[in-house]
């Protein structure tokens, strides 16, 4: 293999299971707040149970958020030595702000949050939540304009050394493809939270345990959930796939598959990508459909993937092409089962069907595959690019480092993070059995 | 310009050793003066709220020489490559440990978290201080602006050295047993009862040897590299900063001898800032000096972002500065005072 196959895997595969982690704190983040203010507002300790409970959910995925994430900021330099020397000088600076700016404000608030709830009191407590919320919210959109940038760079000059360097501050942060895609991506987070949430809620409901609490669980997982996944189609997907279709045309064209031009292009349900012959195998389609999502008329002609140079073609067409249908199906398939929860709680039948809760309680590991798909995507859309149209991704590696280095440091963490994970799912699965403590229990030594 | 940057990243480095210091020095320590488990869950508790902050200081220092010198970012963490993973393991390991350790109250469960956090804690410091050493000492930078050290070599300096020598890895010890030094200060500081009284012990042997030490490197240093002191000699300004250091071991001594606890915590502070600020002063411009031709040196002019970049980076690096002042003091104001043990009910 090429010493730049190596460093992809290491970092697709270091940086998905680092997000697995992330993407639930950032909803939680929000659900905890959310729990905190009922609270205050019903005056019912049941829901102080239930963010507490959440809380040591929250610090468990925290702690390995932070120590898979540190890894991440260093890969730039390690494994990435000619990217950051190209691009460092506009990446850095929210780069720097993620760090000064959010993880300041998280780690100190964290500490506060998990130890200091008697401290604080109700109102300090709360407070202390909401500078988590905007702690991670803004680190989270900090690493999007950071990613934004790679697909779609704007507000740089090119010095006379060749490397890039910031402009224009308020074009680079406020990048369109930044707000777009930071708002999708946030309400995958919050989906994500939702559904594990409302997953919990079932098993206790289901094992009869807790009842106050499940209660409280699903009615506010599938509320925000559903609120969350209909965000995640409209405006936020839409807006992200037109921004696709007009900056990313090679990428679109092998999203769908699609490798001849036309007019009343048909979106694609489900079939087989066959690159070498350039064909579907076994499709189910939409007519028009494609046409009017990318440029808002089902008349309006897409590219197909010959209308551009072979170079620029994504290099992994196939992976892609599924990547990008699991995560819109997956999507799918979550607004009809929030929904239909939605309209169960309504009617108040939630609490009495089984079936419904069965199938929340199962679901939660679904939208984790829908956010890895979605960032597998947008990172397999943006190739052969490191940077879209400024450096490729083989010109963005380490010369100095060999083949057999990056072989012994990815076979390094596939092993630690192996052990991390069981562990993990090990404390998560006891704390979820011992469901909501009624004492408070941050305060000790 | 290019050289506030230099400033700032020495800055936010020396506040991130003397803050993470703390608690690597109360982790190498806590199998020695904490013995029951009622006592490691107290150096726990004394450690919990802060290291995870404290951390991020080295996060943001990262992500600031990124932006402000993309040059020596690419270039050091790239030839750095097989140290530097090593010690990105062993901080999730030490991390982890400090998390994972209170979810069970199995007692093999806590042993092992316990020893994994202390020799994480210990080869954490080894490396850093190493690291130090290697920036002291110089790297093979060539003419491609980037280099390759290996882990080790034949421990010699020179020709062809790796990351860990003689020099570097005495630099290492060096670090550890100040780091050492330091956290059975801030331990003794905020526990109290037996875990108070084995760290002050501890930390009255610790600064004697911390004292042979420093003036055993700081000879071998001027072996090693000579041109530093030459720097230093016209550098009368960076004077005042020895005498911090000189002073904050001082300090440590009074104060250890007068029960004073803060005081003697603060002294060990100002000695570690002293010593990594006057390194810095004798460093500048140099960050990477190259062994092979001093020309191939990055330093704050060949090194860094352009002027517009760099005027935009300080003007937010200031307010985002005084934010994250503010939290740590108002974090350590809320878990002022010394720790009490209390029945376990969750948390550390």
């Known amino acids: ?445 | 310009m290019e050289t506030a940057w230099f400033a700032l990243i020495g800055f936010m480095l020396t506040v991130y050793v003397v803050l993470d210091g703390f608690d690597f020095g109360a982790g190498i320590l806590h199998l020695f003066v904490a013995k029951t488990d009622e006592e490691r869950r107290t150096v726990f508790a004394a450690i919990g709220p802060f290291w995870d902050g404290n951390e991020v200081w080295l996060v943001a220092a990262g992500g600031v020489l990124v932006f402000a010198f993309p040059r020596v970012y690419s270039a050091a963490l790239s030839g750095f490559y097989m140290p530097l993973t090593i010690l990105l393991w062993v901080l999730i390991v030490r991390g982890i440990s400090i998390e994972f350790r209170s979810h069970e109250r199995n007692p093999l469960w806590r042993a092992f978290w316990d020893a994994a956090f202390a020799s994480a804690s210990l080869l954490i410091a080894l490396v850093l201080g190493a690291a130090l050493g290697n920036l002291i000492r110089g790297v093979p930078l060539d003419g491609t602006g980037y280099f390759r050290s290996p882990l080790f070599t034949n421990f010699l300096t020179r020709p062809r050295p790796g990351t860990l020598d003689w020099y570097t890895l005495s630099v290492g010890v060096f670090t550890a047993a100040v780091l050492t030094g330091h956290g059975a200060l801030y331990l003794w500081w905020k526990t109290s009862g037996l875990v108070a009284q084995r760290s002050a012990l501890i930390a009255r042997r610790c600064w004697a040897a911390i004292g042979i030490m420093a003036i055993a490197v700081t000879a071998a240093t001027a072996w090693v590299r000579p041109a530093l002191f030459e720097a230093l000699r016209y550098r009368i300004w960076a004077w005042p900063l020895l005498a911090v250091a000189v002073g904050g071991w001082a300090m440590v001594f009074r104060s250890i001898v007068r029960g004073k606890e803060l005081h003697a915590f603060l002294g060990s502070a100002a000695f570690i800032a002293g010593m990594l600020a006057v390194t810095a002063a004798e460093m500048f411009p140099t960050i990477l000096p190259s062994m092979i031709d001093p020309a191939y040196s990055l330093t704050v002019w060949n090194a860094a972002n352009g002027r517009q970049g760099l005027w935009i980076g300080l003007a937010w690096w200031i307010p985002a500065i005084v934010l994250a002042v503010g939290y740590f003091v108002y974090l350590f104001r809320s878990f002022r005072g010394k720790l009490t043990h209390r029945p376990e009910t969750g948390g550390y």
Not at chain 1, 54 to 73: D, H, L, R, S
Not at chain 1, 137 to 162: C, D, E, K, R
Not at chain 1, 335 to 351: D, K, P, Q
Not at chain 1, 432 to 445: E, R
């Open chain 1, 1 to 445: 293999m090429d010493a730049v196959v190596w460093d992809r895997f290491l970092f697709g595969f270091t940086i998905t299971y680092h997000y697995l982690f992330p993407q639930l704190t950032m909803g939680l983040a929000l659900l905890i707040v959310v729990f905190k203010v009922l609270r205050l507002r019903r005056g019912d300790p049941a829901y102080d149970d239930v963010a507490r409970f959440w809380a040591k959910i929250f610090g468990v995925n925290f702690a390995v958020g932070v120590v898979t994430g540190i890894p991440m900021e260093f890969q730039f330099g390690t494994n990435w030595a000619r990217f950051s020397d190209f691009a460092g000088g506009v990446i850095g600076l929210t780069l720097a702000l993620e760090g000064l700016f959010a993880f300041f404000a998280e780690s100190a608030f964290l500490g506060l949050f998990l130890f200091g709830e008697k401290k604080l009191g109700p109102k300090g407590h709360l407070g202390a939540a909401i500078m988590l919320l905007l702690g991670s919210w803004l680190s989270g959109y900090f690493i999007i304009v950071t990613n934004a940038f790679m697909q779609h760079p704007v507000g740089y000059t090119i010095a006379p050394g060749g490397a890039l360097q910031l402009s224009d501050l308020w074009s680079y942060l406020f990048n369109p493809w930044a707000i777009w895609q930071y708002a999708h991506n946030m309400s995958a987070a919050v989906t994500t939270s939702s559904f594990v949430v409302a997953a919990v809620g079932s098993y206790w409901s289901l094992m009869k345990l807790y009842p106050l609490h499940a209660g409280i669980c699903l009615r506010v997982g599938v509320i925000v959930g559903l609120t969350a996944c209909l965000l995640q189609l409209f405006p936020t997907g839409d807006r992200q796939g037109r921004l696709v279709a007009t900056y990313q045309q090679p990428t679109l064209a092998a999203m769908e598959a699609k490798f001849e031009r036309s007019a009343r292009a048909d979106l694609i349900i489900i079939g087989q990508p066959d690159v070498d012959r350039r064909r579907l195998d076994n499709p189910i389609t939409v007519p028009d459909v494609l046409s009017f999502l990318a440029y808002g008329s089902f008349g309006a002609t897409v590219n197909g993937l010959e209308d551009f140079p072979k170079d620029s073609w994504p290099d992994n067409i196939e992976l892609l092409y599924y990547m990008y249908h699991v995560m819109v199906g997956l999507g799918t398939l979550f607004i009809a089962i929030m929904a239909a929860a939605v309209f169960l709680l309504w009617r108040g039948l939630l609490y009495q069907s089984r079936l419904m809760r069965w199938i929340l309680m199962l679901s939660a590991p679904f939208p984790y595959i829908a956010n890895t798909a979605g960032w597998m995507t947008a990172e397999l859309g943006r190739q052969p690019w490191i940077v879209y149209g400024l450096q490729r991704t083989i010109h963005a590696t380490s010369p100095n480092v060999s083949t057999g280095t990056v072989a012994f440091s990815l076979l390094g963490y596939l092993g630690l993070y192996l052990v991390l994970g069981i562990l993990f799912l090990y404390l998560v699965g006891r704390e979820i059995a011992h469901g909501p403590a009624p004492v408070p229990h941050a305060v000790a030594a």
